[in-house]
């Protein structure tokens, strides 16, 4: 059950846009004379934009950004409220409201560290990399592999980008991802779960990470991304089930070898290395053919590669004998 304490700087239900219709800068304007005066908060937001945005994001006045209108997705969007207090996040804890125990993540200072096959190793503080990447708005499903899903206004940038910053060497073939350990952040309260393989791994190939889809998030629902929801920095990757799309991640390093993820670690029969979404292969627990929609009743079919074939079936022709789709 979701329990939702309201916070003081949330206004009453009435009084603001309901996040459904949430709308995009431009519109938003264009919609202004509509919105209660008493709605709006210094930034020209609706209130609710931020609800769960960090309150000491020193880069909110970047957002909102452009939304790219080639990633479109003809379901309506997920509640920011759903988005924000329905999460996957185990280093706060193994169930779904950890949103509140993740306030406590300090954000920064935080530094995200590039090495292993690059021309040179370095660690850059998160605010210079923000401000050095074209920030732009991406409406993208999220499919996780626990079948249920959401669809969500992502803003950050591709992931190219960022694999250009880091300037990889010619012999680099994949990309393993880190997020904050025992070393940033001893206490948060998950990774006393010493069983768990911590620091939370993902991996990508180089391939994967540079087609177009492949996304850093740094902003949700046109405001920075909410703690829970992985800042100051993480993956999305909208074909693959959502534990790829690792959060709050310090360190990317590349390399030749194949990098063993978190889930693989802990049961690589069950949450494999590739990953895509495929409803014909099932979990070996339970079938992937049908989806639950967050914030409704219904069940809809899953989709091959989550709806986003057309964009990254061709990074896997000739892999048939890899298990792609676990
Ligand atoms: N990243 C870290 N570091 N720790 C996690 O537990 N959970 C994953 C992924 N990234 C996870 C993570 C899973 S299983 C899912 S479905 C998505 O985050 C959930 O993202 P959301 O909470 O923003 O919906």
Redesign the pocket.
């Known amino acids: 059950m979701l329990v939702k304490i309201k916070r003081g700087w949330e206004l009453p239900e009435s009084a603001v846009t309901p996040q459904s219709v949430y709308l995009n800068r431009r519109r938003f304007l264009q919609g202004a004379g509509s919105v209660a005066a008493g709605a709006m908060v210094a930034g020209g937001l609706p209130a609710r934009a931020r609800a769960y945005a960090p309150e000491d994001d020193p880069t909110a006045d970047l957002y909102p950004v452009d939304r790219n209108t080639r990633y479109t997705v003809e379901r309506p969007l997920t509640s920011y409220e759903d988005?924000a207090t329905y999460?996957?996040?185990?280093?706060f804890g193994s169930h779904k409201q950890i949103w509140r125990a993740a306030q406590d993540l300090p954000i920064r200072p935080w530094t995200v560290t590039f090495d292993g096959l690059v021309e040179e190793e370095r660690t850059v503080d998160i605010d210079t990399l923000i401000r050095a990447m074209p920030l732009e708005e991406r409406v993208y499903r999220?499919r996780?592999?626990e079948a249920w899903s959401?669809v969500i206004p992502w803003s950050g940038f591709p992931m190219a980008e960022l694999v250009n910053y880091a300037r990889p060497l010619g012999s680099a073939r994949y990309i393993r991802m880190q997020?904050f350990g025992a070393d940033e952040f001893p206490e948060a309260p998950g990774l006393r779960q010493f069983w768990y393989p911590w620091p939370?791994i993902e991996g990508l190939t180089i391939e994967e990470a540079t087609n177009e889809l492949a996304f850093m998030v740094t902003g949700l629902y046109g405001a920075p991304v909410p703690r829970?929801?992985?800042a100051p920095l993480r993956l999305h990757t909208p074909w693959k089930y959502?534990?790829k799309?690792?959060?709050?991640i310090v360190r990317f390093t590349f390399t030749e070898e194949r990098p063993v993820s978190f889930w693989e670690e802990i049961q690589g029969s069950e949450y494999g290395f590739w990953a895509n979404v495929n409803p014909e292969v099932p979990h070996p627990r339970w079938s992937q053919a049908t989806e639950r929609v967050i914030g409704t009743d219904e069940r809809i079919p899953t989709q091959l590669y989550n709806g986003y074939a057309e964009f990254v079936a061709g990074l896997y022709e000739g892999m048939e004998g890899e298990r792609l789709f676990m």
Do not use: I, P, R
Request: aromatic letters at 20%; glycine letters at 10%; hydrophobic letters at 35%.
């Open positions: 988005a999460n996957n996040f185990y280093e999220l996780c592999v959401m997020t939370y829970q929801n992985g959502g534990f799309s690792v959060k709050s």
